[in-house]
């Protein structure tokens, strides 16, 4: 990866970091919560990364910060996120991502 990496925020608030000469992106968040989580966890294909303040913040950013960020299963993830579905207590959800094999 190169040194020159380049650092956005994308239309949705989500903050991006760019490699110019891969063009690979990599949400912060995602990078962020490596150091609170196992990195087999956070690029599970299965699992996305929750931001536990939601967003925006009452500042109007989203909080990266790893201690706010937590892995769930993308299906509990969507639910938290539906507008229409109050049938998912947070508290659970973060319980139910399948062990990582090899853990």
Known sequence: MSSNVEVFTDQRGYTKI???????IVYLHHLNAIVDHSIKEIARDDVEVHHDLGFPSDAGVRVDAPDTLTPVHRTIHRRLHADDDASVDPGDAFTKTAPVSGD
């Open 18 to 24: 760019k490699d110019p000469e891969s063009g690979s």
